[in-house]
């Protein structure tokens, strides 16, 4: 459809005839020469001399309202409006941080046709299903072991993510487990966002060996920060020394921050973990609507440009023809 962006502009409309009926006629002062036989003269050769006074053009009266009309629907730009067009635009960010230390090869975690594979390969093969069913969500990866490091920042290009997912390998960032480092790392990379919601994933299988920023203090700024982590424990709680999972501290970091624990001990377990962290951070959109606008004002400017070219035009020729006629040209001898 269309509408016009200034319509209170059609109010001029009606100063066309205002001038021309208040404002006084054009008229122009030139030198003349008195005749004191001009009647008789006039009457001589035939012609009655005219009344002073201005000479009504009909047609040229209604082209100068017509193009008055042209010009101020031109100012009051009108526009096509096309159909409104819906853009859905994600409301989440929602981090990875995923342990690649080198307990995360041992192979204790079953698949459903009863091979064992080792932890990371079956985290990778549940994450990535998780990742398909996000598209609506920005994602983002951390990696850690005995350093954090950010594998890939927040995107809506989850094909890239899953493809950068898959270069994981155990041990990339060192052979220990730094959960706090993990955690702060993800405040500093959620910190710039605009969205309300920020999520973390924090999955690991060990005890904290090497952070810097200790677990229970990160928890707390990330909790300030207005971020949720949900963390989930993979590793064999009755294990020993570095490879022990330290479920406690898990726990407290996933309460402190308004999110929930998990426990995954195979792969069954791990992917029940993620259909259910799926019905507690659902898909959440804002819609964003946009029409798309097309300017119509040339269509009145250039009519009424037309209109007055094309009259001024044939009146030029109109004025030729007759003087060709009144003079016309002698034949040579």
């Given at each position: 459809?269309?509408?016009?962006?200034?319509?209170?502009?059609?109010?001029?409309?009606?100063?066309?005839?205002?001038?021309?009926?208040?404002?006084?006629?054009?008229?122009?002062?030139?030198?003349?020469?008195?005749?004191?036989?001009?009647?008789?003269?006039?009457?001589?050769?035939?012609?009655?001399?005219?009344?002073?006074?201005?000479?009504?053009?009909?047609?040229?009266?209604?082209?100068?309202?017509?193009?008055?009309?042209?010009?101020?629907?031109?100012?009051?730009?009108?526009?096509?409006?096309?159909?409104?067009?819906?853009?859905?635009?994600?409301?989440?960010?929602?981090?990875?941080?995923?342990?690649?230390?080198?307990?995360?090869?041992?192979?204790?975690?079953?698949?459903?046709?009863?091979?064992?594979?080792?932890?990371?390969?079956?985290?990778?093969?549940?994450?990535?299903?998780?990742?398909?069913?996000?598209?609506?969500?920005?994602?983002?990866?951390?990696?850690?072991?005995?350093?954090?490091?950010?594998?890939?920042?927040?995107?809506?290009?989850?094909?890239?993510?899953?493809?950068?997912?898959?270069?994981?390998?155990?041990?990339?960032?060192?052979?220990?487990?730094?959960?706090?480092?993990?955690?702060?790392?993800?405040?500093r990379s959620l910190e710039q966002t605009q969205e309300k919601d920020k999520v973390l994933?924090?999955?690991?299988?060990?005890?904290?060996?090497?952070?810097?920023?200790?677990?229970?203090?990160?928890?707390?700024?990330?909790?300030?920060?207005?971020?949720?982590?949900?963390?989930?424990?993979?590793?064999?709680?009755?294990?020993?020394?570095?490879?022990?999972?330290?479920?406690?501290?898990?726990?407290?970091?996933?309460?402190?921050?308004?999110?929930?624990?998990?426990?995954?001990?195979?792969?069954?377990?791990?992917?029940?973990?993620?259909?259910?962290?799926?019905?507690?951070?659902?898909?959440?959109?804002?819609?964003?609507?946009?029409?798309?606008?097309?300017?119509?004002?040339?269509?009145?400017?250039?009519?009424?440009?037309?209109?007055?070219?094309?009259?001024?035009?044939?009146?030029?020729?109109?004025?030729?023809?007759?003087?060709?006629?009144?003079?016309?040209?002698?034949?040579?001898?």
């Amino acid at each position: 459809m269309w509408q016009l962006d200034a319509a209170w502009l059609l109010v001029t409309l009606p100063l066309a005839w205002v001038a021309h009926r208040y404002l006084p006629d054009y008229s122009e002062r030139q030198r003349a020469l008195r005749v004191p036989f001009f009647r008789a003269l006039s009457h001589a050769i035939g012609q009655t001399p005219k009344a002073q006074g201005v000479r009504r053009d009909l047609p040229q009266l209604c082209l100068n309202v017509l193009v008055w009309c042209l010009l101020v629907i031109a100012a009051a730009r009108p526009v096509w409006v096309e159909k409104p067009i819906e853009h859905a635009q994600p409301t989440r960010d929602l981090m990875l941080a995923i342990d690649i230390s080198q307990s995360m090869e041992t192979r204790d975690y079953a698949q459903p046709d009863g091979s064992k594979v080792d932890r990371l390969t079956a985290v990778k093969q549940v994450v990535q299903g998780f990742i398909t069913q996000r598209k609506d969500d920005r994602l983002g990866l951390i990696v850690f072991g005995s350093g954090a490091f950010t594998q890939a920042p927040l995107t809506l290009d989850h094909t890239s993510l899953s493809l950068l997912l898959d270069q994981v390998g155990i041990g990339m960032a060192g052979p220990n487990t730094s959960v706090g480092d993990a955690i702060g790392l993800t405040i500093r990379s959620l910190e710039q966002t605009q969205e309300k919601d920020k999520v973390l994933i924090l999955l690991t299988d060990g005890n904290d060996t090497s952070s810097v920023v200790d677990p229970q203090h990160a928890a707390k700024m990330a909790a300030n920060a207005g971020i949720i982590v949900h963390t989930i424990g993979i590793g064999d709680a009755g294990a020993s020394g570095e490879s022990k999972v330290d479920l406690d501290s898990l726990k407290k970091i996933a309460a402190r921050t308004g999110g929930q624990f998990f426990r995954a001990e195979d792969s069954q377990a791990l992917q029940q973990v993620y259909r259910t962290l799926d019905q507690i951070t659902p898909h959440q959109v804002s819609t964003l609507r946009h029409q798309p606008r097309r300017d119509l004002f040339w269509l009145p400017l250039g009519a009424a440009l037309f209109l007055l070219a094309g009259w001024h035009g044939a009146n030029a020729l109109w004025v030729s023809l007759r003087r060709a006629r009144s003079h016309p040209v002698a034949p040579e001898a």
